[in-house]
């Protein structure tokens, strides 16, 4: 089941009038970003979250990270499933999310994006109290997740990265040869996951796929990251998946990495 929700903060102005001796509970306050929901389990009964952070795109909208949602929630007993928006996306329906989009050169990885992506998890691990997190970032979300990981140790349990552009310079020095675009040589304020991973604490764990016939964020850029990862201690589940490029979000790898992942973080007895 999907549900969809436009989430602004709440506006606090003046106080309302209570009868005497009521208390009654504030409302919790809202992601500022566009949220779609999937799953049918109750909030106060699920054991697992997962939120699903979609690639980067230059034009046009999102969707392929809500069939992975709605895939989760069949596969991993007492999930939930929430994809979020990023900044500035906009989706099939119409759907959007406020901030700057970036022009999707790896330029879209810095303060406030991340702090608005932060801040949206961390509001649905109030919606979810029972639950453990587990983030699953494709592509560009992938290098949010990472960066997520370093800079706020704690705010999920698990993370899955998918054809992660995982060593920014690296990554776009790569692009920029393999393409035109001019923008790939300009300076940009985003964060290095590579740089940020020596943030990242136990327990949490992970899984990192990448296409073996990935052209756009090749295996490299992963395997390197993934060696940080393993100097921290943490544990990680690296996966070459043979003959796939670089649209893997709905590859049946992802979700098998998912549900395993799942499973280690003990979210679905």
């Known amino acids: ?40 389990t109750r ?29 989760v929630t069949r596969a991993i007993p007492r ?47 109030r919606r979810y109290p029972a639950a453990r997190v587990l983030v699953v970032g494709d592509a560009g979300g992938a290098a949010i997740a990472a960066n997520l ?11 899955v990265l998918v054809g992660c552009p995982c060593t920014l310079p690296e990554w776009r020095a790569h692009m920029a040869r393999a393409t035109t675009d001019p923008a790939w040589k300009q300076p940009v304020a985003s964060l290095d996951p590579l740089k940020t991973a020596g943030g990242v604490r136990p327990p949490l764990r992970a899984a990192v796929l990448v296409g073996e016939k990935d052209r756009i964020t090749p295996i490299k850029f992963s395997r390197a990251y993934v060696e940080a990862l393993s100097l921290r201690g943490i544990a990680t589940d690296y996966r070459i998946v043979p003959g796939k490029g670089h649209n893997l979000l709905g590859d049946p790898e992802v979700l098998a990495a998912t549900s395993r992942l799942a499973a280690s973080l003990g979210g679905t007895s």
């Not at 980067?56 to 909208?61: E, K, L, N, W």
């Not at 990981?149 to 993370?159: E, S, W, Y």
């Open 1 to 40: 089941m999907r549900s969809s929700l436009i989430l602004l903060p709440l506006l606090m102005a003046g106080c309302a009038t209570m009868p005497a001796g009521r208390e009654v509970a504030a409302a919790p306050p809202e992601p500022k970003l566009h949220v779609e929901r999937f799953g049918e």
């Open 43 to 71: 909030p106060a009964e699920v054991r697992t979250l997962v939120v699903v952070i979609h690639g980067d795109a230059v034009t046009g909208s999102r969707g392929d990270e809500y069939a992975f949602a709605d895939a």
């Open 79 to 125: 999930s939930a499933a929430v994809a979020i928006l990023r900044p500035g996306y906009d989706d099939a329906k119409g759907s959007r999310s406020i901030g700057e989009r970036g022009s999707a050169t790896g330029d879209n990885f810095a303060g406030e994006q991340l702090s608005a992506v932060a801040d949206t998890v961390q509001l649905l691990r």
């Open 149 to 159: 990981a370093g800079l706020r140790p704690g705010i999920f349990d698990g993370m």
